[in-house]
C-alpha cells in the first residue's frame, strides 16, 4: 500500500521539499482512512445481521426476515433510523466529554485495521511493530467507555463505566502475554512475520507448536472476549441490571458508533487469532507463484476469521453472565498466573528444542491430535444432546 | 468548610433508584438502594404502582361475578387464581364439585403451574444473561396456551371456574394431545437443565446468594417454592388437602444445599432455582395421572342462582404456583361479600427485603429477586 | 388440636379478657380486648401446646358500627389454625402492633393503616403502603367517597357511552 501512494504522489511530480511531504502524508491518511472505512462499516453492520440472525435460530424463532432478501438491508435501515432520532444530551452533562467519547472507541477499534495481513500483499501498512501497535490503540477503548460513563451525569452510567474500565484494564495483561509467546516463537512483532513462521497444516499452526500454546490461545481468546465486553464478559452493559450500563443516555447516531464499535471488534478479534494461532493467510505451497495466491489466501483468511466470529457469537447467546468479582478473580487468580507458566514453559521447550525439526514435528503432531480430539467431543456432545431431545436439524434456514 | 459539621457529610452511601421502568424488576416495583460503592445497605421496596383496588370493587360484585378478577391478581397462574376463590367459596356455601370437574380442575391448574414456573426460572436465566433458555421455554408454554386455549377460549387470563365446577368439558382431542405432549415436555425440560441448570457459570452465579434461612421464612411469612428450599416440607396440597390431591401420588421437592460443592449453602437462590425444576417435573406426573384415571359425568354441580352463604368468616388457603394464595371472606348474609382479602406469597415475599438485602451486590439483588419469582400484580393487588 | 381444646386452653388462661369465642362458624376464633393483645399473643406463640409460629395475614375489616382488625395464625408443627379479632371504635381506631412477636404483620399492618385508618402503637414503619404518600382519605371504608382530582390529574373519566344511554332514556321519558 505504501508504495502505491508512493507512486501516484510522484507521478504528479511532486518533488521532496517539506510542504510536499506534508501533502502526501495527507494523502496517503486519506487514502487509508477511505479504505478501512469502506471496508470497517459494511462489516461491522453485516456481522450485526449475521447476529440476529444466528441467535434467532438458536432459539427457535427466525431473525429479521423482512427488509430485503433474508433480512440483509436490516442493517442499513437501522444506520439511517439512528441517523435520523433526536440527538438528546441531558442538562448537566459534560458536552464536550459526552461528544467525543463514542469516537475514542470508535477510533481504538478501528485504527487496528491498518495492520491486520488479509494476504501476503492486501495489509495497509507493514508496520515493524505491528502487533504492539495493536495492543496500544486498543487501549483508547477503554479511555472511551469512562469519558461516556463519567460524562452522561448518571449514576447507574457511573458505575457502568467504572466497571468496565477495570475489566478492560485487567485483562489486557493476559492479552500481552500470550501475544509474548507467539512473539517468541515467530522471532518478530511484525504483524507479517507472525504468519510467515506458520504454515498451511494444521501441525504447522502456532497453536499446535506445543501443548502450553493450545492453554495460551484460549486465554488470548477469553481475554479479547473480555476486553470487547462481549457475553459472558459484558456486565458494563448488562441489559437487565444497569439499563444498558454506560451507553444509556445515549441516543441517535453516537449510540449506534458504539455498537458499531463492538461488533467491528468482533472482527478484529477474528482476525488476530487466525493471524496469531491458527495460521493466518497461508496457502498450500503448490499455489506460490501463480495468480490465484491472493484470491485463495484471502478467501482462507475469512474463512477461518469467520468460524472464530461464529464461536463467539454462539457463546454470547448460550452462557450467562459472571459478576464482577468473580471476573477479576478469574483474571488475577488463574489467567496472569497460567500465562506466566506458560511462557516459562515455551522458552524451556525453544531452548531444548533448538531448531531440531524433527522434535518440533513431533511435538506439533502430538499438540494437533489434543486440540482435534476436543473439536470431535465437542461435536460427539452436540450430536448425542441433538437425538436426546428428539430436534429435528432444520437445515432449510432460507424459509 | 468550618461550618459542615460531621453528621452532614456521608462519604460512603450513595443512593440509587432502581425505577419502576426497569428491564429486571418483574413488573412495576421499585427499589431504592443505599449502597457502598458495589455492595448494598439496603434496598428498600416500594410498592403500589398495580394496585387496582380490586378488594373494594369485590365488596360490589356477586360471588360469581367476581371471577375475572381473580385471574389478574397473578396472570402468569391464572387457574391456580381461579381455584383458589372457587374452593373458598365451596366451602362456605357447602357445595360439593362432581369428580370429572375436580380431575379436570386439578389438570388445568398443574399446567398452569408448569407454565409460571417456565417463565419464573426462565426470567431469572434472562436477567443473568442467559437469553435462550428463557426462549425454549416460551416455546413450550406456547403449546400448554393452544391447549388451554382449546379448553377453555383463551390464553392467558382464563375465567374458567364457576363455582360448583368448570364452564367447558374436556374434549378427547385435546386429552390425547396433552397426553403427547407431556412426553415431549420432560424431554425439553431435561434440555433446559443441561443447558442452564448444570452450567458451572451460572451455579456460581447463584450459589449462596441470597441465603434465607428457615426461621426467617417462618418468621417473615414466605411460603411456596421459596419455603421449601429453605428446608421447610410444607405444602398446603398435603397438609390442608383440598379437590383432590389427597388421591394423587406425588412428591413434595425441598431444598437441600443443591449447590454445595460450589460453595451453596441451604436456602441459596440455586435451591429455590431447583425446588421448581423439580416441582415441574412433578406437575408432569400429576397431569399424566389425571388424564389416565378421568371419569366420564357432569361437569357442574347444581347451584342455586342467588349464592347467599351464612354469616361467618373463613380463611382458606391453596396452593398456587408462588405460594400459598389464600382468601379470607366475611359474608353477612347477603349475596355480596363483605369483605374480601386475598394473601399472596409474592407479598410476603418482598416484605422480606428490607431486612435481608444488606451486604448484597448489585447483580446479586437482581438474582434475589429473581429467584424469590415476585410478580407485581400479587404485591399490590 | 382440635379447636374446641384450644379455645378451652385460652380460656382457662385469659379468660377475662376474652370477649366471645367461638368453633362453630367455619374457623375458631377468639374476640380480644385491646389491652390484652400483646400478652395474648407472646402466649399463642411461646406456649408449648399452642407453637402458633406462621402469621398467615392480617386485616382489618369495617363493620359499620366498629373496625375489626383481625389475624390469622397457623401452627407448623400442630397444625392447627386460630383467628384473633379485636373491635375498635371508628373515631379512634388504635390498638398495639404485633410486628415484633411476627415480622410478617410488619406489611399487613401498614396495608390496614393505609386502607382504613387502623393505627399501630410502636410500629416500626408506620406509613402508606399501595396508595401515593399524600393521599387524603382511607379507600376500604364503607363510606369513603373518591375525590374527583389528584394533583390535577382527573380521577374519574368521561364515559361516551353513559351520556348516550341517558339521553336516550330522557327520550323515551
Given at each position: 500500500m505504501e508504495s502505491i501512494a508512493n507512486s501516484l504522489i510522484q507521478s504528479w511530480g511532486i518533488t521532496s521539499s517539506t510542504g510536499a511531504q506534508l501533502v502526501s502524508l495527507l494523502v496517503m491518511f486519506g487514502f487509508a482512512s477511505v479504505v478501512l472505512l469502506a471496508f470497517f462499516l459494511p462489516f461491522a453492520g453485516i456481522t450485526s445481521w449475521l447476529e440476529r440472525r444466528i441467535a434467532g435460530r438458536m432459539q427457535s424463532r427466525v431473525g429479521p426476515?423482512?427488509?430485503?432478501p433474508q433480512g440483509f438491508l436490516q442493517w442499513i435501515a437501522d444506520g439511517v433510523k439512528a441517523m435520523e432520532k433526536e440527538d438528546l444530551m441531558p442538562d448537566d452533562a459534560d458536552a464536550p466529554l459526552f461528544k467525543m467519547a463514542p469516537y475514542f472507541v470508535f477510533m481504538g477499534v478501528g485504527a487496528?485495521?491498518?495492520?491486520?495481513?488479509?494476504s501476503e500483499y492486501l495489509v495497509l501498512s507493514d508496520l515493524n511493530v505491528g502487533i504492539f501497535y495493536i495492543i496500544s490503540v486498543t487501549s483508547f477503548v477503554t479511555v472511551g467507555i469512562l469519558l461516556a460513563g463519567w460524562s452522561s451525569n448518571n449514576k447507574w452510567s457511573l458505575i457502568g463505566g467504572v466497571r468496565s474500565a477495570s475489566q478492560m484494564i485487567s485483562y489486557e495483561i493476559p492479552t500481552a502475554l500470550s501475544i509474548l509467546t507467539v512473539v517468541l516463537l515467530s522471532g518478530s512483532l511484525s504483524m507479517q512475520d507472525i504468519v510467515k513462521?506458520?504454515?498451511?497444516?494444521?501441525?504447522?499452526?502456532h497453536i499446535s507448536n506445543n501443548p502450553f500454546m493450545i492453554i495460551m490461545f484460549f486465554i488470548f481468546f477469553i481475554s479479547s472476549l473480555a476486553e470487547g465486553s462481549r457475553?459472558?464478559?459484558d456486565l458494563p452493559e448488562a441489559e437487565s441490571e444497569?439499563?444498558?450500563?454506560?451507553?444509556?443516555e445515549y441516543s441517535g447516531i453516537r449510540f449506534a458508533l458504539f455498537f458499531l464499535a463492538e461488533w467491528g471488534n468482533l472482527f478484529v478479534i477474528g482476525a488476530m487469532t487466525t493471524t496469531l494461532?491458527?495460521?493466518?493467510w497461508q496457502a498450500p505451497l503448490?499455489?506460490?507463484?501463480?495468480?490465484w495466491l491472493t484470491p485463495v489466501q484471502f478467501m482462507i483468511f475469512m474463512t477461518k476469521m469467520s468460524v472464530v466470529v461464529f464461536i463467539i457469537i454462539q457463546l454470547r447467546w448460550t452462557l450467562p453472565r459472571v459478576r464482577v468479582d468473580q471476573l477479576m478473580i478469574i483474571c488475577w487468580h488463574y489467567f496472569v498466573p497460567l500465562s506466566l507458566l506458560s511462557i516459562l514453559a515455551v522458552t524451556i521447550w525453544m531452548a531444548v528444542s533448538h531448531g531440531n525439526s524433527t522434535i518440533e514435528l513431533v511435538m506439533s503432531i502430538f499438540s494437533t491430535a489434543i486440540w482435534l480430539y476436543f473439536v470431535l467431543l465437542v461435536l460427539y456432545r452436540a450430536v448425542r444432546n441433538f437425538k436426546r431431545t428428539d430436534a429435528k436439524l432444520n437445515l432449510n434456514f432460507l424459509e | 468548610m468550618s461550618n459542615i459539621t460531621e453528621k452532614e457529610v456521608f462519604f460512603d452511601e450513595m443512593t440509587l433508584n432502581m425505577g419502576?421502568?426497569?428491564?429486571?424488576?418483574?413488573?412495576v416495583l421499585r427499589f431504592v438502594l443505599k449502597t457502598d460503592g458495589e455492595i448494598l445497605k439496603t434496598a428498600i421496596p416500594d410498592v403500589?404502582?398495580?394496585?387496582?383496588s380490586i378488594e373494594k370493587i369485590a365488596e360490589g360484585l356477586t360471588y360469581s361475578q367476581f371471577f375475572p378478577y381473580t385471574d389478574r391478581v397473578d396472570y402468569l397462574a391464572a387457574m391456580n387464581a381461579n381455584q383458589a376463590y372457587a374452593v373458598a367459596v365451596e366451602k362456605m356455601l357447602g357445595i360439593e364439585v362432581p369428580e370429572r370437574a375436580e380431575y379436570i380442575r386439578v389438570l388445568s391448574a398443574e399446567m398452569n403451574r408448569i407454565a409460571s414456573h417456565m417463565v419464573g426460572v426462565g426470567a431469572l436465566a434472562s436477567d443473568l444473561g442467559a437469553f435462550t433458555p428463557f426462549l425454549f421455554n416460551l416455546r413450550d408454554r406456547e403449546y400448554l396456551y393452544d391447549y388451554l386455549e382449546e379448553m377453555?377460549?383463551?390464553?392467558?387470563?382464563?375465567?374458567?371456574?364457576?363455582?360448583?365446577?368448570?364452564?367447558r368439558d374436556l374434549k378427547t382431542t385435546t386429552k390425547d394431545k396433552i397426553l403427547k405432549f407431556v412426553k415431549q415436555g420432560r424431554k425439553n425440560l431435561d434440555e433446559f437443565n443441561r443447558l442452564i441448570a448444570y452450567n458451572k457459570i451460572f451455579i456460581r452465579r447463584l450459589a449462596g446468594v441470597a441465603v434465607v434461612d428457615k426461621e426467617t421464612c417462618i418468621e417473615y411469612g414466605i411460603v411456596g417454592p421459596n419455603l421449601r428450599a429453605a428446608g421447610v416440607n410444607y405444602d398446603v396440597r398435603k397438609?390442608?388437602?383440598?379437590?383432590?390431591y389427597d388421591k394423587l401420588d406425588f412428591k413434595v421437592p425441598v431444598g437441600k444445599a443443591f449447590a454445595a460443592s460450589d460453595g451453596g449453602v441451604l436456602g441459596d437462590a440455586y435451591d429455590r432455582f431447583m425446588v421448581r425444576i423439580l416441582e415441574m417435573e412433578e406437575s408432569y406426573n400429576i397431569i399424566e395421572q389425571v388424564l389416565k384415571n378421568l371419569p366420564e359425568g357432569e361437569i357442574q354441580a347444581k347451584v342455586p342462582r342467588k349464592l347467599k352463604p351464612p354469616v361467618g368468616d373463613i380463611y382458606v388457603p391453596t396452593e398456587s404456583a408462588r405460594g400459598e394464595m389464600g382468601y379470607y371472606i366475611f359474608s353477612d348474609?347477603?349475596?355480596?361479600?363483605?369483605r374480601l382479602k386475598i394473601r399472596t406469597g409474592s407479598f410476603s415475599a418482598m416484605s422480606a427485603f428490607e431486612e435481608i438485602?444488606?451486604?448484597?451486590f448489585i447483580a446479586d439483588l437482581v438474582s434475589a429477586i429473581g429467584s424469590f419469582d415476585i410478580v407485581a400484580p400479587e404485591v399490590d393487588r | 388440636m382440635k379447636p374446641s381444646e384450644l379455645l378451652d386452653v385460652i380460656e382457662a388462661e385469659f379468660g377475662d379478657f376474652i370477649l366471645e369465642s367461638s368453633d362453630k362458624g367455619f374457623d375458631p376464633y377468639i374476640v380480644v380486648e385491646p389491652d390484652a393483645l400483646r400478652d395474648i399473643s407472646f402466649f399463642l406463640k411461646d406456649d408449648e401446646r399452642m407453637k402458633?409460629?406462621?402469621?398467615r395475614t392480617s386485616l382489618g375489616t369495617d363493620k359499620i358500627d366498629f373496625i375489626e382488625s383481625l389475624f390469622v395464625i397457623y401452627s407448623y408443627e400442630l397444625k392447627h389454625q386460630l383467628i384473633v379479632k379485636v373491635e375498635l371504635n371508628h373515631k379512634n381506631p388504635e390498638v398495639d402492633t404485633v410486628a415484633d412477636i411476627w415480622k410478617a404483620a410488619n406489611w399487613y399492618e401498614r396495608e390496614s393503616y393505609d386502607l382504613l385508618g387502623i393505627k399501630y402503637k410502636d410500629h416500626p414503619d408506620l406509613r402508606r403502603l399501595?396508595?401515593?404518600?399524600?393521599?387524603?382519605?382511607?379507600?376500604?371504608?364503607?363510606?369513603y367517597k373518591q375525590p374527583k382530582k389528584y394533583h390535577d390529574m382527573d380521577l374519574y373519566r368521561f364515559n361516551p357511552v353513559l351520556k348516550v344511554v341517558k339521553k336516550k332514556a330522557k327520550k323515551k321519558k
Amino acid at each position: 500500500m505504501e508504495s502505491i501512494a508512493n507512486s501516484l504522489i510522484q507521478s504528479w511530480g511532486i518533488t521532496s521539499s517539506t510542504g510536499a511531504q506534508l501533502v502526501s502524508l495527507l494523502v496517503m491518511f486519506g487514502f487509508a482512512s477511505v479504505v478501512l472505512l469502506a471496508f470497517f462499516l459494511p462489516f461491522a453492520g453485516i456481522t450485526s445481521w449475521l447476529e440476529r440472525r444466528i441467535a434467532g435460530r438458536m432459539q427457535s424463532r427466525v431473525g429479521p426476515n423482512i427488509n430485503g432478501p433474508q433480512g440483509f438491508l436490516q442493517w442499513i435501515a437501522d444506520g439511517v433510523k439512528a441517523m435520523e432520532k433526536e440527538d438528546l444530551m441531558p442538562d448537566d452533562a459534560d458536552a464536550p466529554l459526552f461528544k467525543m467519547a463514542p469516537y475514542f472507541v470508535f477510533m481504538g477499534v478501528g485504527a487496528t485495521l491498518v495492520a491486520i495481513p488479509f494476504s501476503e500483499y492486501l495489509v495497509l501498512s507493514d508496520l515493524n511493530v505491528g502487533i504492539f501497535y495493536i495492543i496500544s490503540v486498543t487501549s483508547f477503548v477503554t479511555v472511551g467507555i469512562l469519558l461516556a460513563g463519567w460524562s452522561s451525569n448518571n449514576k447507574w452510567s457511573l458505575i457502568g463505566g467504572v466497571r468496565s474500565a477495570s475489566q478492560m484494564i485487567s485483562y489486557e495483561i493476559p492479552t500481552a502475554l500470550s501475544i509474548l509467546t507467539v512473539v517468541l516463537l515467530s522471532g518478530s512483532l511484525s504483524m507479517q512475520d507472525i504468519v510467515k513462521a506458520q504454515g498451511f497444516w494444521p501441525w504447522e499452526w502456532h497453536i499446535s507448536n506445543n501443548p502450553f500454546m493450545i492453554i495460551m490461545f484460549f486465554i488470548f481468546f477469553i481475554s479479547s472476549l473480555a476486553e470487547g465486553s462481549r457475553t459472558p464478559f459484558d456486565l458494563p452493559e448488562a441489559e437487565s441490571e444497569l439499563v444498558s450500563g454506560f451507553n444509556t443516555e445515549y441516543s441517535g447516531i453516537r449510540f449506534a458508533l458504539f455498537f458499531l464499535a463492538e461488533w467491528g471488534n468482533l472482527f478484529v478479534i477474528g482476525a488476530m487469532t487466525t493471524t496469531l494461532f491458527l495460521g493466518g493467510w497461508q496457502a498450500p505451497l503448490a499455489l506460490k507463484g501463480s495468480m490465484w495466491l491472493t484470491p485463495v489466501q484471502f478467501m482462507i483468511f475469512m474463512t477461518k476469521m469467520s468460524v472464530v466470529v461464529f464461536i463467539i457469537i454462539q457463546l454470547r447467546w448460550t452462557l450467562p453472565r459472571v459478576r464482577v468479582d468473580q471476573l477479576m478473580i478469574i483474571c488475577w487468580h488463574y489467567f496472569v498466573p497460567l500465562s506466566l507458566l506458560s511462557i516459562l514453559a515455551v522458552t524451556i521447550w525453544m531452548a531444548v528444542s533448538h531448531g531440531n525439526s524433527t522434535i518440533e514435528l513431533v511435538m506439533s503432531i502430538f499438540s494437533t491430535a489434543i486440540w482435534l480430539y476436543f473439536v470431535l467431543l465437542v461435536l460427539y456432545r452436540a450430536v448425542r444432546n441433538f437425538k436426546r431431545t428428539d430436534a429435528k436439524l432444520n437445515l432449510n434456514f432460507l424459509e | 468548610m468550618s461550618n459542615i459539621t460531621e453528621k452532614e457529610v456521608f462519604f460512603d452511601e450513595m443512593t440509587l433508584n432502581m425505577g419502576p421502568h426497569h428491564p429486571s424488576t418483574h413488573g412495576v416495583l421499585r427499589f431504592v438502594l443505599k449502597t457502598d460503592g458495589e455492595i448494598l445497605k439496603t434496598a428498600i421496596p416500594d410498592v403500589g404502582f398495580l394496585h387496582r383496588s380490586i378488594e373494594k370493587i369485590a365488596e360490589g360484585l356477586t360471588y360469581s361475578q367476581f371471577f375475572p378478577y381473580t385471574d389478574r391478581v397473578d396472570y402468569l397462574a391464572a387457574m391456580n387464581a381461579n381455584q383458589a376463590y372457587a374452593v373458598a367459596v365451596e366451602k362456605m356455601l357447602g357445595i360439593e364439585v362432581p369428580e370429572r370437574a375436580e380431575y379436570i380442575r386439578v389438570l388445568s391448574a398443574e399446567m398452569n403451574r408448569i407454565a409460571s414456573h417456565m417463565v419464573g426460572v426462565g426470567a431469572l436465566a434472562s436477567d443473568l444473561g442467559a437469553f435462550t433458555p428463557f426462549l425454549f421455554n416460551l416455546r413450550d408454554r406456547e403449546y400448554l396456551y393452544d391447549y388451554l386455549e382449546e379448553m377453555c377460549g383463551a390464553r392467558l387470563t382464563y375465567n374458567y371456574f364457576t363455582i360448583g365446577g368448570v364452564h367447558r368439558d374436556l374434549k378427547t382431542t385435546t386429552k390425547d394431545k396433552i397426553l403427547k405432549f407431556v412426553k415431549q415436555g420432560r424431554k425439553n425440560l431435561d434440555e433446559f437443565n443441561r443447558l442452564i441448570a448444570y452450567n458451572k457459570i451460572f451455579i456460581r452465579r447463584l450459589a449462596g446468594v441470597a441465603v434465607v434461612d428457615k426461621e426467617t421464612c417462618i418468621e417473615y411469612g414466605i411460603v411456596g417454592p421459596n419455603l421449601r428450599a429453605a428446608g421447610v416440607n410444607y405444602d398446603v396440597r398435603k397438609d390442608q388437602p383440598y379437590s383432590i390431591y389427597d388421591k394423587l401420588d406425588f412428591k413434595v421437592p425441598v431444598g437441600k444445599a443443591f449447590a454445595a460443592s460450589d460453595g451453596g449453602v441451604l436456602g441459596d437462590a440455586y435451591d429455590r432455582f431447583m425446588v421448581r425444576i423439580l416441582e415441574m417435573e412433578e406437575s408432569y406426573n400429576i397431569i399424566e395421572q389425571v388424564l389416565k384415571n378421568l371419569p366420564e359425568g357432569e361437569i357442574q354441580a347444581k347451584v342455586p342462582r342467588k349464592l347467599k352463604p351464612p354469616v361467618g368468616d373463613i380463611y382458606v388457603p391453596t396452593e398456587s404456583a408462588r405460594g400459598e394464595m389464600g382468601y379470607y371472606i366475611f359474608s353477612d348474609g347477603t349475596d355480596k361479600p363483605w369483605r374480601l382479602k386475598i394473601r399472596t406469597g409474592s407479598f410476603s415475599a418482598m416484605s422480606a427485603f428490607e431486612e435481608i438485602s444488606n451486604g448484597y451486590f448489585i447483580a446479586d439483588l437482581v438474582s434475589a429477586i429473581g429467584s424469590f419469582d415476585i410478580v407485581a400484580p400479587e404485591v399490590d393487588r | 388440636m382440635k379447636p374446641s381444646e384450644l379455645l378451652d386452653v385460652i380460656e382457662a388462661e385469659f379468660g377475662d379478657f376474652i370477649l366471645e369465642s367461638s368453633d362453630k362458624g367455619f374457623d375458631p376464633y377468639i374476640v380480644v380486648e385491646p389491652d390484652a393483645l400483646r400478652d395474648i399473643s407472646f402466649f399463642l406463640k411461646d406456649d408449648e401446646r399452642m407453637k402458633f409460629d406462621f402469621l398467615r395475614t392480617s386485616l382489618g375489616t369495617d363493620k359499620i358500627d366498629f373496625i375489626e382488625s383481625l389475624f390469622v395464625i397457623y401452627s407448623y408443627e400442630l397444625k392447627h389454625q386460630l383467628i384473633v379479632k379485636v373491635e375498635l371504635n371508628h373515631k379512634n381506631p388504635e390498638v398495639d402492633t404485633v410486628a415484633d412477636i411476627w415480622k410478617a404483620a410488619n406489611w399487613y399492618e401498614r396495608e390496614s393503616y393505609d386502607l382504613l385508618g387502623i393505627k399501630y402503637k410502636d410500629h416500626p414503619d408506620l406509613r402508606r403502603l399501595m396508595m401515593p404518600n399524600d393521599w387524603v382519605g382511607h379507600p376500604l371504608l364503607k363510606d369513603y367517597k373518591q375525590p374527583k382530582k389528584y394533583h390535577d390529574m382527573d380521577l374519574y373519566r368521561f364515559n361516551p357511552v353513559l351520556k348516550v344511554v341517558k339521553k336516550k332514556a330522557k327520550k323515551k321519558k
